[in-house]
């Protein structure tokens, strides 16, 4: 997303007449950044543009650096309720197979 980000930026950024270029200026550092620049070229900005530039930097530092995998407490839980998952349908499963053997056999469920 940050190289995506970067050419998106560039583009819009050069094909827009002075007076809007001007006010989509705020982006200018934002590439600047996200080719390796500091971060205290957001210092000057507006709040809200800051704000802003700081949502895109985090969104791309965040598609560079994944979501570590889920803690391994997480992993025994999901594998637990699995297991008694299929504990419940093995015993329904069961049920069936009996209230069919007694239908065709004629004796009466239990």
């Not at 809200?48 to 839980?77: G, H, I, S, T």
Request: proline content about 11%; hydrophobic content about 35%; glycine content about 6%.
């Amino acid at each position: 997303m940050r190289q995506g980000w970067l050419h998106a930026a560039r583009r819009l950024l050069g094909a827009q007449p002075p007076e809007t270029r001007q006010t989509l200026g705020f982006l200018e550092p934002v590439c600047t950044i996200l080719e390796g620049g500091e971060k205290s070229l957001l210092d000057p900005l507006p709040p809200e543009q800051r704000e802003f530039a700081l949502k895109v930097l985090a969104r791309c530092d965040a598609d560079m650096n994944p979501p570590a995998p889920p803690p391994e407490r997480y992993c025994r839980l999901t594998e637990t309720w699995l297991e008694e998952e299929i504990e419940g349908r093995r015993a329904i499963e069961k049920v069936w197979r009996m209230r069919l053997a007694c239908r065709l056999t004629g004796r009466p469920a239990r």
